[in-house]
């Protein structure tokens, strides 16, 4: 599997981050965020962490929680294809 | 190959044309604006510049071999209720015209329309739901007592199974499916989550965070559900 995490993450980062999409793919939504969650306290410009934690809240049905952290994402990656559809797609547009 | 004509190219027009179009209908699109008309034609079978109120003109469209002709004049009741007119005359057989009040859609009645729509008051009715109900994505009357409802599944049921919940005997609802999300990681390392549908699930199927039931029943038993 190919991973595009940017290499300058440190591994703590990239760890939680496999970590929490363990949980996630377990349906275990909840320990997923937590790791996630994790991330953004060591790093809060890790837009991959927001990113997740908004699929997450999606797949929790929490739209607005999830709007928030894809723009979260966009924020630091103005161009994150997945972040802007997935955003789009709650809004409605 | 069935084919469709749509009449008028406001915003709803242009909706339902672009929709059958993508459902591989063959769809002629007229409107008296030759700029909407030439937006619309790459996406449709054919798109003409004619007058709707014009007999002559739509008699030469050929439309009764059309299954259906769509009037979706939104900014004009005049030209709405004669376009409706001058199709029932010509013989057109499925005739479904876009609403604009009370006054209109009984004229359209009077004179043959058989089906008017309402999209603005449908789509109010949807928003206010919507509003007062956020855990209901999605409702279809089927009677003026029964609803069939998707609703995201209260906290109270996840980690249940249905037989648990018992939703038949505690509120006189019927389970029908779940959609389910499901998570998966891409090739490239990202997550993502495909929805999937689960009709008529089983008594020992255990409800799960995130999942959205569609449940039938009467209306004030699903309200008391929705609250939960």
Same mark, same amino acid.
């Given at each position: 599997?190919?991973?595009?995490?940017?290499?300058?993450?440190?591994?703590?980062?990239?760890?939680?981050?496999?970590?929490?999409?363990?949980?996630?793919?377990?349906?275990?939504?909840?320990?997923?965020?937590?790791?996630?969650?994790?991330?953004?306290?060591?790093?809060?410009?890790?837009?991959?962490?927001?990113?997740?934690?908004?699929?997450?809240?999606?797949?929790?049905?929490?739209?607005?929680?999830?709007?928030?952290?894809?723009?979260?994402?966009?924020?630091?990656?103005?161009?994150?294809?997945?972040?802007?559809?997935?955003?789009?797609?709650?809004?409605?547009? | 190959?069935?084919?469709?004509?749509?009449?008028?190219?406001?915003?709803?027009?242009?909706?339902?044309?672009?929709?059958?179009?993508?459902?591989?209908?063959?769809?002629?699109?007229?409107?008296?604006?030759?700029?909407?008309?030439?937006?619309?034609?790459?996406?449709?079978?054919?798109?003409?510049?004619?007058?709707?109120?014009?007999?002559?003109?739509?008699?030469?469209?050929?439309?009764?071999?059309?299954?259906?002709?769509?009037?979706?004049?939104?900014?004009?009741?005049?030209?709405?209720?004669?376009?409706?007119?001058?199709?029932?005359?010509?013989?057109?057989?499925?005739?479904?015209?876009?609403?604009?009040?009370?006054?209109?859609?009984?004229?359209?009645?009077?004179?043959?329309?058989?089906?008017?729509?309402?999209?603005?008051?449908?789509?109010?009715?949807?928003?206010?739901?919507?509003?007062?109900?956020?855990?209901?994505?999605?409702?279809? *009357?089927?009677?003026? &007592?029964? $609803?069939?409802?998707?609703? @995201?599944?209260?906290?109270?049921? #996840? +980690? !249940?199974?249905? %037989?648990?919940?018992?939703?038949?005997?505690?509120?006189?609802?019927?389970?029908?499916?779940?959609?389910?999300?499901?998570?998966?990681?891409?090739?490239?390392?990202?997550?993502?989550?495909?929805?999937?549908?689960?009709?008529?699930?089983?008594?020992? *199927?255990?409800?799960? &965070?995130? $999942?959205?039931?569609?449940? @039938?029943?009467?209306?004030?038993? #699903? +309200? !008391?559900?929705? %609250?939960?």
């Amino acid at each position: 599997m190919k991973n595009k995490m940017p290499k300058n993450f440190s591994k703590e980062e990239i760890d939680l981050i496999e970590m929490g999409k363990f949980y996630f793919i377990s349906g275990k939504y909840d320990e997923a965020i937590a790791e996630f969650e994790k991330v953004i306290k060591i790093n809060p410009k890790n837009a991959d962490a927001y990113f997740n934690v908004g699929m997450v809240k999606e797949a929790k049905n929490d739209s607005s929680g999830a709007k928030k952290m894809y723009e979260k994402t966009l924020e630091i990656i103005p161009d994150h294809k997945t972040a802007k559809k997935h955003l789009d797609k709650l809004v409605g547009l | 190959m069935e084919q469709i004509a749509v009449i008028g190219l406001g915003t709803f027009g242009i909706v339902v044309a672009k929709e059958l179009s993508k459902k591989g209908i063959q769809v002629l699109a007229i409107d008296t604006n030759e700029q909407k008309i030439q937006e619309i034609s790459s996406v449709v079978t054919q798109a003409v510049v004619s007058d709707s109120t014009d007999e002559k003109a739509m008699r030469e469209l050929g439309l009764t071999d059309f299954g259906a002709v769509v009037v979706a004049i939104g900014d004009n009741r005049e030209a709405s209720i004669l376009t409706t007119l001058i199709l029932k005359e010509i013989g057109v057989k499925n005739i479904i015209v876009k609403g604009l009040d009370d006054l209109h859609a009984k004229v359209l009645q009077k004179i043959g329309a058989d089906k008017i729509v309402f999209p603005e008051r449908d789509m109010g009715e949807k928003l206010s739901e919507m509003l007062v109900s956020p855990n209901i994505i999605e409702k279809i *009357e089927l009677s003026p &007592d029964y $609803d069939m409802v998707e609703v @995201i599944a209260p906290q109270s049921f #996840i +980690d !249940k199974t249905i %037989k648990d919940i018992d939703v038949r005997a505690k509120y006189k609802l019927h389970i029908i499916g779940i959609k389910r999300k499901a998570p998966y990681i891409k090739d490239d390392g990202e997550t993502d989550f495909k929805e999937e549908l689960l009709i008529a699930p089983s008594a020992s *199927e255990i409800l799960q &965070d995130g $999942d959205a039931i569609i449940i @039938i029943g009467r209306y004030a038993d #699903i +309200d !008391k559900v929705k %609250k939960l």
